[in-house]
């Protein structure tokens, strides 16, 4: 290895640590702050707040517009690129906020809830203070400074979370959901400025604006793509089910997120910079990336079979019994759920080596295909509904990866002969552990059994049995930051 990879895997390995440590100290808390609303609140109280996520989702990904990852790959970064972006990304929020207020009673009128009107018009604040948010975050990230940014997710979910639950005690329900959003963003819009004294000292510069955008502009055509293909499911439970079965699927949906989601989040975080960086050196991108691809793999599978595994006992622990009926679409949505770490990734590599284009023609692609799930919901059920989407998370990988070959000379034979050995312990793995549930054991003492078992297995095979310089790597990496924190 090389004294560039060796410095280079070390600026990634400790980015991953402190990426993993953001997303436990943001989405850590907020998860356990979701977990006491979930026994405060009832699921339609969720399924409601839920339904407002398309439009919301659709004027974030409008706001950035593609610029944040086209700031974040250009190698000379200039004031006039950062004014650019910001007063860009400002001009269009501002633009959604009037068109989702204008819009709010239609959308409330589909659905036959007048109590979406106010939340869609509050929670549409969040492009704005997205937008506002953007540039500092692409300032830390290009610096690999994930630390920064795991103190102000852990400071802004700690306030909103001990806010939410505050009101949601005080009887506010729905709004104790709504208010989470809101102050959480707000708290990292406010933390990250003070951090980083960034201030804009110009507008739109055409050049600029003209630069990023032949890169940016493909990838916003991507992330409405994107988002649309995530949000439909929601659109269309909501119509066609009752806002309790939508509440049970968005709840199975977090607990997948928790770990799916964030998974995707941190790879992407960490490797596109890096990646970014090598794009001139195919080889050394590529040993890179397969290394990334096989740390992933490690962690995507294990975690989220382990979850599928303990579902049943997971559910009435943390959030009570009310929320039963979402442990089987749990287990459904966590076959899905190992692709999108997966497929994630791919797109990361594509877009790192300037194939916007690509990336827009697969979720285009990837889109079309939603219409299997869709089809087979209204005519089957919700269940087959989940069912198909993990087949169609498959195929979607399979396209992804070929495009990765063909782009990095990554075969498929050597992605899939990476993914087997992992994939192979975690089924084992997890069948152990869901095991354990035939024995009638009381879920409060079946947990921390099956947690535990999970763990051993795990520990010994990859540690003495398949010996996986992987798990090597992020056992040590965990101590080391452990030893750090001491």
Known sequence: MSEGDGTLKSRTAHGIGWAFADNLSGS???????LVLARILCPEDFGLVAIPGIFISLANSLVDSGFSSALTRKKSVTEADFNTVFSFHLSVSLIIYIILFATAPLIAGFYGNGLLVPIIRILGLTPIITALTLVQRVILIRRLD?????????ISSLAAGIAAITLAASGMGIWS????????????SFLLWLHNKW???GFIDRASFKDMFSFGGRLLLSAIVSIIWTEIYTLVIGKIYSTSVLGQYNRAEKFKGMLSSNISIVMQKVSYPVLSSVQDDPDRQLRIYRKV???TVLMTFTSILGLAAVSGALVPVL??????????YLQLLCLSGVFIPLIALSSNIINANGRSDTTLRLEIVKTIM???PIMAGIYFGIKWLLFSMAVVYLLVYFIYGITVKKIIGYKIKDQISD??????????????????SLTGINCWLLLPLQLVLGAVITFVIYKWIYRAEEFDEILSHILNLLKRNR
């Not at 994930?146 to 852990?154: C, D, G, H, L």
């Not at 959901?177 to 990292?188: F, H, N």
């Not at 019994?321 to 089987?328: G, I, P």
């Open 146 to 154: 994930f630390r920064t940014q795991a103190v102000v997710s852990f």
């Open 419 to 436: 993914i087997i050995p992992f994939a192979l312990i975690s089924v084992l793995m997890s069948f152990a552990v869901w095991s354990l």
């Open 177 to 188: 959901l709504v208010a989470l959003q809101i102050i959480r963003l707000g708290m990292t």
């Open 28 to 34: 850590g808390v907020m998860a356990l702050v979701s």
């Open 319 to 328: 959030v009570g019994n009310q929320w039963l009926e979402s442990v089987k």
């Open 293 to 295: 691809f096989r740390t």
């Open 370 to 372: 939603a219409v299997i």
């Open 199 to 201: 201030l804009p000292s």
